[in-house]
């Protein structure tokens, strides 16, 4: 019997951790989180906001991103202005209904977003149609346009001032990541923005 087969929970969390140290190897993904810090903390600075997207578990990731920027993620301090497009069901509903799915970001973002914000597309595939479409959208507007995604060239890629792209092929595995390296951005983003004060977070 394999080692999958025989402890699929220890077989997972092996593969995380040879992800997790693929990423922690990989030079140019660690110098573009550092740059998507930076981007973000120059934004909020300016009084501007970080929107982002994602379907399915990266919708949840878009959401906890924005919630440790509005909250807080170690630190107590003013709250940031950060917006989920994921949220809203009145929105997305009504948006998917009368234009269609691949339209359910792009019309959040043209009627949201503003020259100076900071937008993240978030897909482990980095071909989610509405998230290449909202992309699209970003870009014309003027917004900074960062991907979340998998490490292979994908239509994002195109679209985007900077890239997150995780070494790995699974989706669990880029997810993880994803929230992983979202976790350590709002880290410097606080640190930089709110200097090293003392505060634990409280779950």
Known sequence: MSEQSNDPIG??????LAALERTHGDAPLLANARKIAAVMIAALR???KILLIG???SAADAQHIAAEIIGRYKQDRPGYAALALTTDT???TSIGNDYGFDKV???QVRALGRNGDVFIGISTSGRSPNVVAALQAARELGLTTIGFTRHAQTAMHALCDLTLGVPAEETALIQQIHIT?????CHLVEHELFGAKSGTKRS
């Open 46 to 48: 300016a009084g501007n």
């Open 11 to 16: 077989a997972h969390l092996k593969q995380s």
């Open 90 to 92: 009145s929105a997305l």
């Open 181 to 185: 390296a979202g976790h350590a951005i």
């Open 105 to 107: 970001f792009e019309r």
């Open 55 to 57: 379907n399915g578990g």
